[in-house]
């Protein structure tokens, strides 16, 4: 009893410690790729919270770009070979009515090497005094660098050269590093305000320089004597802005329109004019982050992190330790107090949790501060999913169990019935088992055949089970046949003692009568033989299996015999049911016996009819009551023909027959040979009594050499 309870309470423990880990193990895996540097779900991440953080509400009027599009370049042609007096004429007809001057002028082109010493002192000349920030271009590389603390580690963006205007130019004009920051997925949201220019690039390029976004947007808010507002970094120096306009919304004007005077320079008062390549083939197109669908120029991005520095739009990653920390914890909060309510409150809850959070992340992206949302809407489907499958695969298990508590339960009655039937009487101590044991057999080795492509039939599991069970229960009517009947050895059944002593009877009153002088003696004489005769026949033929047409013949003229006393009528040497015993054909019972005998089918059927068999075993007392019907339709209780007998029906009649022909226990006869047996079988095929290729199954899967112990 004590042992039963400890082994109880640890079997309860090692099922907690599973569902446990379960739910562990998801948990730090979400909190290890949450806190991992290469984010492994960072493209649907982004994919999400770039659309749930968008905030495509306008783009500023004040910001104008004018583009090198297509129309210019077939004006003027590739724009790498222009004269760079094109852009001193620009910048001339940008300035040349202060009333409608613009505040600054970007130009995002890299313009290092002198082409023509005329034309670039031209534009410096065009620059000077304006507010014009020219772009440079930084040129990166991973490197293994040493922090100051003496520890190693690598470096992204080691800078290995940068780009700056031609130095007549540079003195003029305010720089700015153009270079856009594509993220894992390919997409453009981070950029950066300034970066540390190594040493031995301070002399052109100063020792710290701005983005080319931020420089402009520093000069515009200078000239308005607006506040500069640097938005708050990560580590490596960069944020996430937010884009107000797609491809093309910020209507950019034409390069070649400007110049023509095409364009009212009214468009340009007090504003920011970026100017840069707007043509497919100019190699400055990325893929931006607000529409997935088409590229963005490079001026469309600066254009746009120029609006997020004027807006606020722009957002800082919320320490990642922090959102994993917090991930989980909403995560265990919802598996403890929910993982025992019903599914239709989990599931809504958990939707709940992840629209507030999800609100929770637009709008702290409102307020500067990004936070990833792929995780923790991960996090609740698994805990959901988990839900589920602890509820109802918990069920398919208990009720798998509770089929298979069944199906043990119905083999267990069906094994005591086995054994109540062939415990009744020492004759038919293992009749059942060897059935079920032979339709197995039998079922298997169509199963072989089925492998080999030989036989199209095939026994699942369920169906050989059903079959076996049904083999089983075959002979379980059986428990209500008289043992007198079930036990009956020979035809007489002890009757022949009675017949002897009867006849030894006679003859003493023969052999008086014989002293009486009342008969002579070869009335006597001949009386005694009849009676020695009729001792002998029915001794010789009381105990056998089938008695012969020569046999039955001499059985009809001594079963006629009579005792005639003197005096007196004559007394026939048998009773009427004494002769019905001796003209038995075949086997021991009478016709009445027989019939007798051959209702345990019926009563098979009706004591099976009050037991429920489930679904897995509901062809098996069928099968158990159609053991004895034949082909032919010859067989009972039905008399059923082939078209209504199934394979496993006929499996369990070819069985049934096979070990009662072959059985040592049988009280009427004597076993048949194997090979004798099965020859009878063939013949009972020929017949039309039962199929002819089972019991070659039956033959070639019982063969000694394959089964030694059959």
Request: charged content about 25%; aromatic content about 10%; some cysteine.
């Given at each position: 009893?004590?042992?039963?309870?400890?082994?109880?309470?640890?079997?309860?423990?090692?099922?907690?410690?599973?569902?446990?880990l379960i739910l562990l193990i998801p948990i730090?895996?979400?909190?290890?790729?949450?806190?991992?540097?290469?984010?492994?779900?960072?493209?649907?991440?982004?994919?999400?919270?770039?659309?749930?953080?968008?905030?495509?509400?306008?783009?500023?009027?004040?910001?104008?770009?004018?583009?090198?599009?297509?129309?210019?370049?077939?004006?003027?042609?590739?724009?790498?070979?222009?004269?760079?007096?094109?852009?001193?004429?620009?910048?001339?007809?940008?300035?040349?009515?202060?009333?409608?001057?613009?505040?600054?002028?970007?130009?995002?082109?890299i313009l290092t090497d002198h082409l023509d010493?005329?034309?670039?002192?031209?534009?410096?000349?065009?620059?000077?005094?304006?507010?014009?920030?020219?772009?440079?271009?930084?040129?990166?590389?991973?490197?293994?660098?040493?922090?100051?603390?003496?520890?190693?580690?690598?470096?992204?963006?080691?800078?290995?050269?940068?780009?700056?205007?031609?130095?007549?130019?540079?003195?003029?004009?305010?720089?700015?590093?153009?270079?856009?920051?594509?993220?894992?997925d390919g997409y453009v949201r981070y950029t950066?305000?300034?970066?540390?220019?190594?040493?031995?690039?301070?002399?052109?390029?100063?020792?710290?320089?701005?983005?080319?976004?931020?420089?402009?947007?520093?000069?515009?808010?200078?000239?308005?004597?607006?506040?500069?507002?640097?938005?708050?970094?990560?580590?490596?120096?960069?944020?996430?802005?937010?884009?107000?306009?797609?491809?093309?919304?910020?209507?950019?004007?034409?390069?070649?329109?400007?110049?023509?005077?095409?364009?009212?320079?009214?468009?340009?008062?007090?504003?920011?004019?970026?100017?840069?390549?707007?043509?497919?083939?100019?190699?400055?197109?990325?893929?931006?982050?607000?529409?997935?669908?088409?590229?963005?120029?490079?001026?469309?991005?600066?254009?746009?992190?120029?609006?997020?520095?004027?807006?606020?739009?722009?957002?800082?990653?919320?320490?990642?330790?922090?959102?994993?920390?917090?991930?989980?914890?909403?995560?265990?909060?919802?598996?403890?107090?929910?993982?025992?309510?019903?599914?239709?409150?989990?599931?809504?809850?958990?939707?709940?949790?992840?629209?507030?959070?999800?609100?929770?992340?637009?709008?702290?992206?409102?307020?500067?501060?990004?936070?990833?949302?792929?995780?923790?809407?991960?996090?609740?489907?698994?805990?959901?999913?988990?839900?589920?499958?602890?509820?109802?695969?918990?069920?398919?298990?208990?009720?798998?169990?509770?089929?298979?508590?069944?199906?043990?339960?119905?083999?267990?009655?069906?094994?005591?019935?086995?054994?109540?039937?062939?415990?009744?009487?020492?004759?038919?101590?293992?009749?059942?088992?060897?059935?079920?044991?032979?339709?197995?057999?039998?079922?298997?080795?169509?199963?072989?055949?089925?492998?080999?492509?030989?036989?199209?039939?095939?026994?699942?599991?369920?169906?050989?089970?059903?079959?076996?069970?049904?083999?089983?229960?075959?002979?379980?009517?059986?428990?209500?046949?008289?043992?007198?009947?079930?036990?009956?050895?020979?035809?007489?059944?002890?009757?022949?003692?009675?017949?002897?002593?009867?006849?030894?009877?006679?003859?003493?009153?023969?052999?008086?009568?014989?002293?009486?002088?009342?008969?002579?003696?070869?009335?006597?004489?001949?009386?005694?033989?009849?009676?020695?005769?009729?001792?002998?026949?029915?001794?010789?033929?009381?105990?056998?299996?089938?008695?012969?047409?020569?046999?039955?013949?001499?059985?009809?003229?001594?079963?006629?015999?009579?005792?005639?006393?003197?005096?007196?009528?004559?007394?026939?040497?048998?009773?009427?049911?004494?002769?019905?015993?001796?003209?038995?054909?075949?086997?021991?019972?009478?016709?009445?016996?027989?019939?007798?005998?051959?209702?345990?089918?019926?009563?098979?059927?009706?004591?099976?009819?009050?037991?429920?068999?489930?679904?897995?075993?509901?062809?098996?007392?069928?099968?158990?009551?159609?053991?004895?019907?034949?082909?032919?339709?010859?067989?009972?209780?039905?008399?059923?023909?082939?078209?209504?007998?199934?394979?496993?029906?006929?499996?369990?009649?070819?069985?049934?027959?096979?070990?009662?022909?072959?059985?040592?226990?049988?009280?009427?006869?004597?076993?048949?040979?194997?090979?004798?047996?099965?020859?009878?079988?063939?013949?009972?095929?020929?017949?039309?009594?039962?199929?002819?290729?089972?019991?070659?199954?039956?033959?070639?899967?019982?063969?000694?050499?394959?089964?030694?112990?059959?």
């Amino acid at each position: 009893m004590l042992l039963s309870y400890i082994k109880k309470r640890l079997n309860l423990m090692k099922n907690k410690i599973i569902k446990s880990l379960i739910l562990l193990i998801p948990i730090v895996l979400i909190f290890f790729a949450m806190t991992r540097e290469n984010d492994p779900l960072y493209a649907p991440d982004s994919f999400l919270t770039d659309h749930l953080y968008s905030r495509l509400n306008g783009t500023d009027r004040n910001i104008v770009i004018i583009g090198v599009d297509e129309k210019t370049i077939g004006e003027y042609g590739n724009f790498n070979l222009w004269s760079r007096e094109k852009l001193a004429e620009l910048i001339n007809k940008l300035y040349e009515n202060e009333e409608y001057a613009p505040k600054v002028v970007g130009l995002d082109f890299i313009l290092t090497d002198h082409l023509d010493e005329e034309a670039d002192a031209a534009l410096a000349k065009a620059a000077e005094g304006r507010n014009i920030v020219i772009s440079s271009n930084v040129a990166y590389r991973r490197a293994v660098e040493t922090d100051e603390d003496g520890n190693k580690y690598i470096n992204k963006m080691h800078i290995t050269d940068i780009e700056m205007p031609y130095e007549e130019l540079r003195n003029k004009v305010s720089t700015g590093f153009a270079d856009p920051l594509i993220s894992p997925d390919g997409y453009v949201r981070y950029t950066q305000n300034t970066i540390d220019i190594p040493k031995e690039f301070q002399d052109k390029a100063g020792v710290i320089q701005d983005s080319f976004a931020y420089a402009i947007y520093k000069a515009y808010e200078k000239e308005n004597n607006g506040t500069i507002n640097t938005p708050r970094t990560n580590r490596e120096g960069q944020f996430q802005f937010l884009y107000s306009g797609q491809s093309g919304e910020y209507r950019p004007l034409s390069l070649a329109d400007v110049l023509s005077d095409k364009v009212p320079m009214e468009n340009f008062k007090d504003a920011i004019v970026l100017v840069g390549a707007y043509a497919p083939g100019t190699q400055d197109s990325y893929q931006g982050a607000s529409d997935r669908r088409k590229v963005m120029y490079g001026v469309e991005i600066h254009a746009n992190i120029i609006q997020a520095y004027m807006y606020g739009k722009t957002m800082t990653t919320v320490n990642k330790y922090l959102q994993a920390a917090a991930v989980s914890l909403i995560l265990v909060l919802f598996i403890v107090f929910l993982r025992k309510k019903v599914l239709f409150v989990t599931i809504p809850v958990s939707l709940a949790i992840a629209g507030l959070y999800l609100l929770a992340g637009r709008i702290l992206s409102g307020n500067g501060w990004y936070i990833s949302c792929i995780y923790l809407l991960i996090a609740l489907a698994f805990a959901d999913l988990y839900f589920i499958l602890e509820k109802y695969l918990g069920e398919l298990i208990a009720n798998y169990r509770y089929q298979e508590e069944i199906k043990e339960q119905m083999w267990s009655f069906t094994e005591a019935m086995a054994t109540a039937i062939d415990e009744r009487t020492p004759y038919n101590a293992s009749h059942t088992r060897n059935v079920a044991k032979y339709s197995g057999m039998i079922a298997d080795y169509i199963n072989k055949l089925h492998e080999k492509g030989e036989e199209e039939d095939f026994f699942s599991e369920q169906r050989k089970e059903q079959l076996v069970m049904g083999a089983l229960l075959h002979d379980i009517g059986k428990l209500a046949i008289p043992l007198e009947v079930m036990n009956k050895e020979t035809r007489l059944d002890g009757r022949e003692k009675e017949i002897e002593k009867r006849l030894n009877t006679f003859k003493l009153e023969s052999k008086i009568s014989l002293l009486e002088n009342k008969i002579d003696e070869k009335c006597y004489n001949e009386f005694v033989s009849k009676a020695d005769e009729a001792v002998s026949l029915i001794n010789k033929v009381n105990g056998m299996g089938f008695i012969n047409d020569e046999l039955r013949a001499e059985l009809a003229k001594v079963t006629e015999y009579e005792y005639k006393a003197p005096d007196s009528e004559a007394v026939p040497f048998f009773t009427e049911e004494e002769k019905e015993c001796l003209n038995i054909v075949k086997g021991t019972l009478t016709a009445k016996e027989r019939d007798v005998m051959q209702s345990h089918v019926e009563i098979t059927g009706r004591i099976l009819s009050k037991v429920h068999f489930n679904k897995y075993f509901a062809n098996s007392p069928t099968l158990a009551v159609q053991h004895h019907e034949c082909l032919n339709g010859k067989g009972y209780p039905n008399h059923l023909t082939a078209d209504d007998l199934s394979t496993d029906a006929r499996i369990i009649a070819v069985a049934d027959i096979c070990d009662a022909l072959i059985a040592t226990d049988r009280p009427y006869k004597p076993p048949v040979p194997r090979e004798k047996a099965f020859d009878i079988m063939r013949n009972m095929a020929k017949d039309g009594n039962i199929d002819a290729k089972l019991v070659e199954y039956l033959y070639e899967c019982t063969k000694p050499s394959e089964n030694p112990e059959t």
